[in-house]
């Protein structure tokens, strides 16, 4: 499993912040592309944007990832990234 930056308090648990959710979702955009992945990331950027949160610190192949994904984006959602 991939390394989650932050996690939030779900009933006895914990889950991967919203950020850390946009992040892999972002690599699996540039990995597959499908159009449910990019549905689903574009309304974990929103969301974040709304909360006004931000992006951990990232190694390099996350980046190049979330480059990719820029490539396809509207460039309003390019600025909020």
């Not at 460039?75 to 909020?80: N, R, Y």
Request: glycine content about 8%; overall charge negative.
């Amino acid at each position: 499993m991939e390394p989650i930056a932050a996690s939030e308090p779900f009933h006895d648990g914990f889950l991967a912040s919203r950020v850390d959710l946009l992040v892999l979702r972002g690599v699996t955009v540039a990995g597959r592309g499908a159009d449910g992945d990019l549905l689903d990331f574009r309304w974990l950027l929103t969301t974040a944007a709304e909360r006004g949160l931000l992006l951990p610190r990232l190694n390099r192949d996350k980046v190049e990832a979330l480059k990719e994904v820029a490539g396809i984006l509207l460039w309003w959602e390019v600025l909020v990234l």
